[in-house]
């Protein structure tokens, strides 16, 4: 079933919110193309690049190694665009990465990647599922997925919802989402670099919003909780999942140790290093308490912390009727949701 178009949110500067001048040609999904033409806002005067077609709306895009290394990979991706597939992306994206970033693990991080996209539209449906449970409305409005990186959510949004958004801070990621898209020409997605202590759109543009995979690598969740809840329409929802910190079933999904998340935060980075000599610089993974705290402060008692589907991660459906059945046993379900591997999270603006 294909949605009823509505407006694509139109993007705003990240720092003043004032409209942005020139963002006419926009990106068009399933193409590099060669636009570069900045786009300036209308209020403060700052100016955002363009690059293959995608506006570059982060706040901040002082110069670093990261950012000089994610250029190139992009360059190296957008030159092989239109001769290669998807997945042939994905592995030259994963080649290109730091052997201290992923030490003996680059195989998995690429299998994973293309394991993705079915993942994703699983995850997708079973949180609609669970908002329709708890905050009932259905899709309604536009969606943007926060963290979107290499596309593998927008496909299955763009079947629900009539616009979609696709913010990533990452350019290269972006050229794999554009690539990903390229399947769906009719589909009305705009992708856009940034990030989400700085969203670029206005109040209450969206009426759905969602992070996949992506809440464990946010290392300040206050600000992007509370940018969150200001781009949701009243009503609006807003779903995650989120890997725990205490996990007591699972080895740490990035590094493939066991017990990381029961360190000190401070002490994590130097052990993962001893054990594994990969960086440990982007991610931090939040407890059942930690993850409270943060949703509490910004959306008081309107969110939920429940157990994933489990489907979701391609397990079997046994064991997700196992969970929700020890779930509703007093105490008892409490407890394991709080060493449980992963939380889903559901909230909605009143
Ligand atoms: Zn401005």
């Not at 949110?9 to 919110?17: A, D, G």
């Not at 690539?179 to 969203?199: D, T, W, Y």
């Not at 007591?248 to 990381?260: A, C, K, N, Q, T």
Request: hydrophobic share 40%.
């Amino acid at each position: 079933m294909i949605p009823n178009p509505v407006p694509i949110p139109q993007p705003v500067c990240p720092v003043c919110r004032s409209p942005l001048r020139d963002t006419a040609a926009d990106a068009r999904p399933g193409s590099v193309d060669a636009a570069q033409d900045p786009a300036g806002c209308a209020g403060c005067g700052a100016v955002y690049p363009r690059l293959y077609g995608i506006l570059d709306l982060r706040p901040d895009r002082t110069p670093s190694a990261w950012d000089d290394a994610d250029r190139e990979t992009a360059d190296v991706l957008a030159a092989a665009f239109s001769a290669a597939t998807y997945s042939e992306l994905v592995a030259l994206q994963q080649s290109r990465r730091r052997e201290s970033e992923v030490r003996g693990m680059r195989a998995h991080y690429t299998g994973y990647l293309l394991g993705q996209e079915d993942r994703s539209r699983s995850m997708v449906d079973g949180f609609h599922a669970g908002l329709d449970r708890i905050f009932p409305g259905g899709p309604a409005g536009a969606a943007l997925d926060l963290g979107c990186g290499s596309g593998a959510g927008l496909a299955a949004l763009a079947g629900m919802y009539g616009a979609v958004v696709g913010l990533e801070p990452g350019l290269s990621n972006l050229i794999l989402a554009k690539k990903a898209l390229e399947s769906l020409p009719g589909a009305r997605v705009l992708l856009i670099r940034g990030v989400g202590q700085a969203l670029p759109f206005g109040d209450g543009a969206f009426g759905y919003v969602q992070m996949q995979n992506v809440i464990e690598h946010v290392l300040d969740a206050d600000p992007v909780v509370d940018e969150t809840r200001r781009v949701l329409a009243a009503g609006g929802r807003f779903a995650a999942d989120s890997r725990n910190r205490y996990d007591l079933f699972r080895r740490e999904p990035h590094v493939h140790l066991r017990g990381v998340g029961f360190l000190p935060v401070r002490w994590q980075k130097p052990y993962v290093w001893f054990r594994k000599r990969i960086r440990y610089e982007q991610t931090r993974l939040w407890s059942y308490g930690e993850l409270k705290r943060i949703l509490k402060r910004r959306f008081g008692k309107d969110f939920r912390i429940v157990f994933p589907v489990l489907a979701a991660y391609g397990q079997s459906g046994y064991l997700d009727r196992w969970v929700r059945r020890v779930g509703r046993i007093p105490c008892l379900g409490g407890l394991l949701l709080r060493f449980f591997p992963s939380h889903w999270v559901f909230t909605c603006k009143r």
